[in-house]
């Protein structure tokens, strides 16, 4: 490349020096900054470096200037983001069982260029989450995207939908046919990505499992269900379920030991009103509204007697049921 050429990308190869290669830790000198240009084949003087330093301040990166002695160090201050936060992002994208491998080690990768090379390797960090087990098919990535660029255009999707036999192979729901629906958000939960959507055959608000949607694409076609989705609180959707399963929905009267304020506060809310039992100071009533599931009653099982279901008794009728068929088999 002309040494013209080369002078042009001064700027940019500064600038790459001073976001990869410097943070408070680790300055550099005026002749530490002159040599690492040389070494990209750029010929710099202090004097044009100072007035290139300005026009990066100028830009916007923040170059501190610190006195040590008779020498003078350089770095790159304040950036978009702190190293804590990229912490956070790391550990989301290693407990995401919806990344695989080479998805969560390319994320990391990226989030380490928006700091300094010393405090990318800070980011290599292993959280460990139990049960955890890593998609093997990359293709979630693309889906997602997809159904977000769906929701953005306003526009439906069609898409197979699928489970796993016992023979580990895809078995495809609604006989093999595709589900014509209208996308409207995705929600993230117990480490699984959904989509909440209206179905205009059966007239209502659906969720389905991103990971097992197939054979996807993006349809000219207005989307509907608009006054449906809006209709539902949002707030509140989720947490009536258990696990993203459905089934009817049912007010519960639960009784709790006052230790499991806590969990019901988890499970349901904050607003969520727990009423003190008169002549009772060990336990409390809350009545929520929840989405009766297998599901549901294996949360309540699980609580080992600590939260029972007092009303309405069609429920207390299930659970026992279901208790009795789990024993049974």
């Known amino acids: 490349m002309p040494r013209g050429a080369k002078q042009k990308q001064k700027l940019l190869y500064l600038s790459k020096i001073f976001l990869e290669e410097t943070d408070e830790d680790h300055p550099l000198t005026m002749p530490e900054i002159i040599a690492k240009l040389n070494g990209y084949g750029i010929e710099a003087d202090r004097k044009s470096l100072y007035n290139d330093i300005d026009v990066l301040q100028e830009f916007g990166i923040e170059i501190m200037k610190e006195r040590n002695g008779s020498v003078t160090d350089y770095y790159c201050g304040s950036r978009e983001f702190e190293v804590a936060e990229l912490k956070f992002l790391v550990d989301a994208i290693q407990s995401s069982k919806f990344l695989t491998e080479n998805k969560t080690k390319e994320l990391i990768k ?22 955890r087990i890593k998609n093997m098919d990359g293709t979630i990535y693309y889906v997602i995207d997809t159904l977000h660029t769906a929701i953005s255009k306003g526009k439906k999707i069609r898409f197979k939908y699928f489970g796993w036999d ?3 192979e895809k078995k495809y729901r609604n006989s093999g046919d595709y589900y014509i629906i209208s996308p409207w958000a995705l929600y993230w939960d117990n480490e699984n990505y959904y989509l909440i959507a209206y179905d205009s055959k059966a007239q209502k608000i659906k969720h389905f499992r991103v990971d097992k949607i197939d ?3 993006i349809l000219d076609e207005v989307r509907e269900g608009k006054k449906e989705f809006e209709a539902i609180d949002k707030s509140q959707y989720t947490r009536k379920l258990f696990h993203m399963f459905d089934g009817e929905e049912q007010h519960v009267t639960l009784k709790c030991t006052n230790a499991m304020s ?18 009772d100071e060990e336990h409390f009533l809350v009545n929520v509204d929840v989405v009766v ?11 080992g007697g600590n939260v029972i279901i007092t009303q309405p008794e069609s429920v207390k009728k299930q659970m026992q049921e279901q208790l009795i068929k789990v024993y049974a088999e």
């Open 262 to 279: 806590n969990v019901i506060v988890d499970q349901f809310g904050k607003d969520v009103r727990m009423k003190p039992i008169k002549g």
């Open 110 to 131: 990226k989030l380490g260029s928006l700091v300094s090379n010393y405090d990318a390797k800070f980011l290599e960090r292993r959280v460990l989450v139990s049960g």
């Open 293 to 303: 599931s297998p599901q549901f009653f294996g949360w309540i099982f699980g609580l």
């Open 215 to 217: 054979d996807y694409e």
């Open 166 to 168: 016992i023979n580990g």
